[in-house]
C-alpha cells in the first residue's frame, strides 16, 4: 500500500526566502506526483503536475522535482511572497487509486 | 485518523448509462466536499464545492446537468455522472473538510470510470 509523507508539516520563512518542501512515497510504481496548493476552506490548487518518466516541471517561481528510485519529490518556491501562505500537498497517482501527503503548512512573513 | 471512503474504486459502463460515485465521511461531519477529475495525464481538477442542504457549486466548464451532485448529509456526498459518454471516462476523487478542524481536507482514493 502506498505511504506519502511530506516533510515539514509546518513552515514559517520570511518574505524572500528560497524554500523546499519534502515529499516522498514508498511504492516507486507511480504513473504521476501532483503538488497542489491549499488555501483555509478552499478545494485544491493544482500547481505543477511530474509524470512518472519526467525528472523535474517548472512554472514560475515554482520548482518540482521527481527521483522515482529513491520515491521523492521536492517542491522548490523561490523568492517566497505572503501570497504564497497556504498548504501544499503533493499526490502520488497509481494504477486506480491516489494517496495524499498530510501536507506542509506554509506561512510567508512580510 | 480522518477516513474519507469513496465507492466504488472504478466502475465499466456503457454508454448512456448513469453512474454514481459515493464520498462518505467516515468518522467526521463534513459540511463540504469536494469534487474533482482527473483526465490521463493531465491535472487533477476541481469539478465542484458540494454543500450539505444546499446546491453545489460548480467550476466553470463543469455541466451541472450531468453531474449531479447530492450531499444529503453531513457524511455522504454523492456524484452521478448522467447519460455517460466515452468522453467522461476519467478518474475521479472527492475531498471532505473536517467541520470541527476546519483543515485539512480528507481525500479519498478515487475512482476510475471507464464508459464503453
Known amino acids: 500500500k502506498q505511504e506519502v509523507t511530506q516533510i515539514p508539516a509546518a513552515l514559517s520563512v520570511p518574505e524572500g526566502e528560497n524554500l523546499v518542501l519534502n515529499c516522498s512515497f514508498t511504492?516507486?510504481?507511480?504513473?504521476?506526483l501532483q503538488w497542489f496548493r491549499q488555501d483555509p476552506g478552499k478545494g485544491l490548487t493544482s500547481l505543477l503536475l511530474?509524470?512518472?518518466?519526467?525528472r523535474e516541471q517548472t512554472s514560475g517561481r515554482l520548482n518540482a522535482s521527481l527521483d522515482k528510485s529513491s520515491g521523492r519529490s521536492t517542491l522548490y518556491i523561490a523568492a517566497s511572497q505572503p501570497g504564497d501562505s497556504a498548504t501544499y500537498l503533493c499526490?502520488?497517482?497509481?494504477?486506480?487509486?491516489?494517496?495524499f501527503g498530510a501536507g506542509t503548512r506554509l506561512t510567508v512573513k512580510p | 485518523g480522518a477516513v474519507v471512503s469513496q465507492h466504488p474504486s472504478w466502475v465499466i459502463c456503457k454508454s448512456g448509462t448513469s453512474v454514481k460515485i459515493e464520498c462518505r465521511s467516515l468518522?467526521?461531519?463534513?459540511?463540504?466536499m469536494f469534487w474533482y477529475r482527473q483526465f490521463p495525464k493531465q491535472s487533477l481538477m476541481l469539478m465542484a464545492t458540494?454543500?450539505?442542504?444546499?446546491?453545489?457549486?460548480?467550476e466553470q466548464g463543469v455541466e451541472k446537468d450531468k453531474f449531479l451532485i447530492n450531499h444529503a448529509s453531513l457524511t455522504l456526498s454523492t456524484l452521478t455522472v448522467t447519460s455517460a459518454h466515452p468522453e467522461d471516462s476519467s478518474f475521479y476523487i472527492c475531498?471532505?473538510?473536517?467541520?470541527?478542524?476546519?483543515?485539512?481536507?480528507?481525500f479519498g482514493n478515487g475512482t476510475r470510470l471507464t464508459v464503453t
Open positions: 475531498s471532505a473538510r473536517d467541520d470541527k478542524t476546519n483543515s485539512p481536507l480528507h
Open positions: 511504492d516507486s510504481a507511480i504513473y504521476n
Open positions: 511530474i509524470q512518472s518518466s519526467q
Open positions: 499526490a502520488v497517482k497509481g494504477g486506480n487509486d491516489m494517496r
Open positions: 468518522d467526521f461531519q463534513a459540511t463540504t
Open positions: 458540494s454543500n450539505e442542504g444546499s446546491k453545489a457549486t460548480y
